[in-house]
T-cell receptor
Framework: NAGVTQTPKFQVLKTGQSMTLQCAQDMNHNSMYWYRQDPGMGLRLIYY???????DKGEVPNGYNVSRLNKREFSLRLESAAPSQTSVYFCALSLATTSYEQYFGPGTRLTVT | GQQLNQSPQSMFIQEGEDVSMNCTSSSIFNTWLWYKQDPGEGPVLLIA?????ELTSNGRLTAQFGITRKDSFLNISASIPSDVGIYFC???????????FGGGTRVLVKP
């Protein structure tokens, strides 16, 4: 996970609360991703950003928004948290849009009650 | 929904054993990657495969990109206790650089 930091590591929210998960990199990689991991489901892509200022939806974008204001940071926002969003969230990077090797952060464990 | 099927879903290893797991799909993939995840951490890339038929090793790990481009397997030789974890396959279908992940194979130590 060297080079990718995620904050916070753990968070508990009540239904309807909002929060932003932060991801920052020092690897100078162009593409950044947000995944969620649920038991038995592997990793599912929420949103990704091929480069600074661009974002695209992944497989499960509903209920989330993202922001890529600079090359280093990619944030994921839950505007109104729901229990179905209880999950472990991972940020990942890849060097370029033509690179399929993705490198993951340590994760944020989110519980929505 | 999930397009990559990993088997077995879980397995027990005994130190020194060789173990094998695979990943299959009904779709063609252009790239296959294998990741390992330890408890409480993010997945770590083990091996990347880019050509059909390619066989690549990383230490005691060997992975192959199936000729049909619809499957891949991972072998661990002479397993050790730190091989315990969850192994994920991932593939790219040339739809940008978005990966599809399998559900994982959980490797546990035989009691």
């Amino acid at each position: 996970n060297a080079g990718v930091t995620q904050t916070p590591k753990f968070q508990v929210l009540k239904t309807g609360q909002s929060m932003t998960l932060q991801c920052a990199q020092d690897m100078n990689h162009n593409s950044m991703y947000w995944y969620r991991q649920d038991p038995g489901m592997g990793l599912r892509l929420i949103y990704y950003s091929a480069s600074e200022g661009t974002t695209d939806k992944g497989e499960v974008p509903n209920g989330y928004n993202v922001s890529r204001l600079n090359k280093r940071e990619f944030s994921l926002r839950l505007e109104s948290a729901a229990p179905s969003q209880t999950s472990v969230y991972f940020c990942a990077l890849s060097l370029a849009t033509t690179s399929y090797e993705q490198y993951f952060g340590p994760g944020t464990r989110l519980t929505v009650t | 929904g999930q397009q990559l099927n990993q088997s077995p879903q879980s397995m027990f290893i005994q130190e020194g054993e060789d173990v094998s797991m695979n990943c299959t799909s009904s779709s063609i993939f252009n790239t296959w990657l294998w990741y390992k995840q330890d408890p409480g951490e993010g997945p770590v890339l083990l091996i990347a495969l880019y050509k059909a038929g390619e066989l690549t090793s990383n230490g005691r790990l060997t992975a192959q990109f199936g000729i049909t481009r619809k499957d891949s397997f991972l072998n661990i030789s002479a397993s050790i206790p730190s091989d315990v974890g969850i192994y994920f396959c991932a593939g790219d279908k040339a739809a940008g650089n978005k990966l599809t992940f399998g559900g994982g194979t959980r490797v546990l130590v035989k009691p």
